[in-house]
């Protein structure tokens, strides 16, 4: 299994982006997938979940800027990033749980600046 992550660059405060994910290889399903970001120095930090029939969670922080989603057709999610703070500046990694296992991203960076 395989996780490809995209979409990360540079954007300026109050601007948007849009990362996505693929998931390939063999496998049945995809039950959680998500996204977790590192900033420089900092541990690695959860940001949002969806869960295989829809239902979201979201980091405090995110909630009301960043939406999550996925298309269960083609094993794909995405997070909307809006309202961007350089305080979002970080390498953002992809996750998925398939079976029992957690699968991870190359990760992509995104930074946020003027």
């Known amino acids: 299994v395989q996780l490809q992550a995209s979409g990360g660059g540079l954007v300026q405060p109050g601007g948007s982006l849009r990362l996505s994910c693929a998931a390939s290889g063999s496998f049945f399903s995809v039950n959680a997938m998500g996204w977790y970001r590192q900033a420089p120095g900092k541990q690695r930090e959860f940001v949002a979940v969806?869960?295989?029939?829809?239902?979201?969670k979201s980091a405090d922080n995110v909630k009301g800027r960043f939406t999550i989603s996925r298309d269960n057709a083609t094993n794909t999610l995405y997070l909307q990033m809006d309202s961007l703070k350089p305080e979002d500046t970080a390498v953002y990694y992809c996750?998925?749980?398939?079976?029992?296992?957690?699968?991870w991203g190359q990760g992509t960076q995104v930074t946020v600046s003027s």
């Open positions: 969806v869960f295989e029939r829809g239902d979201t």
């Open positions: 996750t998925a749980a398939i079976g029992p296992r957690q699968f």
